[in-house]
């Protein structure tokens, strides 16, 4: 574990200096070319592979002692090592000050892209509600219109006995109607967010937002415009293509 940490911590650090590289060329400093690090033991043992000052280091170093030493594929002798001790030491405090930087941007975008997905979904939702309070008004628009006219029908004498108690009957199944299709879209979207979970869980998006289009039927499954494997397919159609629905297909 300890291993694996360190070697990460490392390979970051060379990510980070890469990425500075015509900078570093240009002023002359330091350019880090290959780097590994192993440790057991308690004894933790580097090799580096660098340019500084436009000469070719290679290092070989155990508890930040060098061990073996080339410059410009000249081996060094090691009576000569405690000479860039100095060296040494400015490299591993430069690493770690770049670390940090590093742990500091890394944070900063985290805080960004988290700040970015609520906005998005706050969005969304905002959306979604207009959405569904412009239907609402809607069918209340049509209803009221709707018994209006009835009304009006009604005092004109066009209506009798018969025609009041079926329109009375009608406005009961139209009622009953409006609510099965309230019953049926509030299955539906709790259908679409369990849906949406599971496609999260399998890594297939990031969020709900990452979703621009889906269609699952018998034969595949293909999110965003790319196809999923088949035993995925099989699992989401167990799961989702149930009493007797035959495909499910979103697009944003």
Same mark, same amino acid.
């Given at each position: ?6 070697? /990460? ?16 060329? *240009?002023? *002359? ?11 057991? *033991? /308690?004894?933790? $043992?580097?090799?580096?592979? +660098? ?17 073996? !030493? +080339? ?21 591993? @405090?430069? +690493? ?6 590093? =742990? ?9 892209? $988290?700040? *970015?997905? #609520? ?11 207009? !959405? ?7 069918? $209340? ?15 004109? /004498? ?10 009375? !009957? ?14 049926? =879209? ?38 965003? &415009?790319? #196809? ?6 099989? @699992? ?6 149930? &009493? &007797?629905?035959?495909?499910?297909? +979103?697009?944003?």
């Amino acid at each position: 574990m300890k291993k694996s940490l360190l070697f /990460g911590i490392i390979i970051m650090m060379a990510m980070v200096l890469g990425a500075q590289e015509n900078e570093q060329q *240009g002023a *002359g400093d330091l350019n880090i070319m290959s780097m590994s690090t192993e440790t057991w *033991g /308690g004894v933790t $043992e580097m090799r580096l592979k +660098f340019k500084k000052e436009g000469k070719l280091y290679e290092m070989k170093l155990r508890d930040s002692k060098i061990t073996e !030493m +080339f410059i410009d594929e000249k081996k060094v002798q090691e009576s000569e090592f405690s000479k860039y001790d100095a060296m040494v030491s400015e490299l591993l @405090k430069e +690493f770690e000050e770049r670390r940090k930087k590093a =742990a500091i941007e890394r944070e900063k975008a985290r805080l960004q892209r $988290e700040e *970015g997905r #609520k906005q998005r979904e706050q969005a969304s939702q905002a959306r979604r509600q207009a !959405m569904m309070e412009r239907t609402q008004q809607q069918r $209340e628009e049509r209803r009221t219109a709707q018994m209006e006219r009835q009304r009006a029908n009604r005092e004109r /004498g066009l209506f009798g006995r018969k025609e009041a108690n079926e329109a009375r !009957m009608r406005s009961n199944r139209e009622r009953e109607q409006a609510q099965q299709y309230r019953e049926q =879209a509030g299955a539906e979207r709790r259908m679409m967010d369990k849906l949406i979970d599971d496609l999260q869980w399998e890594d297939i998006i990031d969020d709900k937002e990452d979703l621009k289009s889906l269609l699952l039927d018998k034969d595949e499954l293909t999110v965003n &415009g790319k #196809k999923q494997s088949k035993s995925l397919q099989k @699992k989401f159609k167990e799961k989702y293509l149930d &009493g &007797g629905r035959e495909k499910i297909e +979103f697009r944003d």
